[in-house]
């Protein structure tokens, strides 16, 4: 289901949550910027359900960190939540919206049309948390000159005019590894461009740890019902 987020803060209840101004994500660090997507998942999860607060400790469990660490990566945003009430649903979507990006709207172009590229370029969740795909780039004769979405796919020695044209501030590179470093070169430049690598089975293992660790949790519980 698509996400949409409000350029302005939405209407809260008096006294349900004290909050700073929203910063930049400079000075947060690396590793909260991380779950601060996971964060939000969750809390769009939770608007599907019209469920309007929630507490530190049920919003951790759905985003499979700790309570401590859940507080203390939000009040590098300046949300405190409130004891006995809890997070309002609603203004913390904007807040984390706002700054992870997901209310703007950020031009993607994507190199590399094989499989992962491909599946990428029909991925429809992209447009609901931000990214807007502005095009496609591969070498293989047989995809230049073919569309995807209404896109046609660029050859790759049009790359740095593709960029150009579309005015795309991400590209996402998914070619073969031995194609990946040219492709970098090409894009970045020495200031300003930051470059993150995803490794998907890394991620595949993280999820993996999170489903066995609900799993153990269950059992010990399971366990200590038919002790008690």
Same mark, same amino acid.
């Given at each position: 289901?698509?996400?949409?987020?409000?350029?302005?803060?939405?209407?809260?209840?008096?006294?349900?949550?004290?909050?700073?101004?929203? @910063?930049?994500?400079?000075?947060?660090?690396?590793?909260? =910027?991380?779950?601060? @997507? =996971?964060?939000? !998942?969750?809390? %769009? &999860?939770?608007?599907?359900?019209?469920?309007?607060?929630?507490?530190?400790?049920?919003?951790?469990?759905?985003? /499979?960190?700790?309570?401590?660490?859940?507080?203390?990566?939000? $009040?590098?945003?300046?949300?405190? #939540?409130? !004891?006995?009430?809890?997070?309002?649903?609603?203004?913390?979507?904007?807040?984390?919206?706002?700054? =992870?990006?997901?209310?703007?709207?950020?031009?993607?172009?994507?190199?590399?049309? /094989?499989?992962? #590229?491909?599946?990428?370029? %029909?991925?429809?969740?992209?447009?609901?948390?931000?990214?807007?795909?502005? #095009?496609?780039?591969?070498?293989? @004769?047989?995809?230049?000159?073919?569309?995807?979405?209404?896109?046609?796919?660029?050859?790759? $020695?049009?790359?740095?005019?593709?960029?150009?044209?579309?005015?795309?501030?991400?590209?996402?590179?998914?070619?073969?590894?031995?194609?990946?470093? $040219?492709?970098?070169?090409?894009?970045? =430049?020495?200031?300003?461009?930051?470059?993150?690598?995803?490794?998907?089975? &890394?991620?595949?293992?993280?999820?993996?740890?999170?489903?066995?660790?609900?799993?153990?949790?269950?059992?010990?519980?399971?366990? $200590?019902?038919?002790?008690?």
């Amino acid at each position: 289901m698509s996400q949409s987020f409000p350029t302005d803060p939405p209407p809260r209840a008096a006294g349900t949550q004290h909050w700073r101004a929203v @910063p930049t994500l400079k000075g947060i660090p690396d590793a909260t =910027v991380a779950r601060l @997507p =996971v964060y939000l !998942r969750a809390l %769009n &999860q939770l608007a599907e359900q019209r469920i309007d607060t929630i507490s530190s400790g049920a919003l951790a469990e759905a985003a /499979g960190v700790n309570s401590a660490q859940l507080r203390k990566d939000l $009040s590098y945003l300046g949300s405190y #939540g409130t !004891r006995g009430v809890g997070y309002d649903v609603a203004y913390l979507r904007f807040q984390i919206g706002r700054v =992870v990006g997901s209310a703007h709207d950020w031009p993607v172009i994507i190199v590399g049309l /094989g499989n992962l #590229g491909t599946a990428l370029a %029909n991925y429809s969740g992209f447009y609901s948390h931000g990214f807007r795909v502005v #095009g496609l780039i591969d070498t293989s @004769p047989d995809l230049v000159g073919k569309g995807i979405h209404g896109l046609d796919i660029s050859d790759l $020695s049009e790359l740095e005019d593709v960029v150009a044209k579309t005015g795309a501030v991400i590209a996402v590179i998914a070619t073969p590894a031995d194609a990946a470093q $040219s492709v970098a070169d090409r894009l970045v =430049v020495p200031e300003g461009v930051n470059v993150r690598k995803v490794d998907l089975g &890394q991620e595949l293992q993280i999820l993996a740890y999170h489903e066995q660790r609900k799993s153990d949790d269950s059992q010990i519980l399971a366990k $200590s019902r038919r002790t008690s």
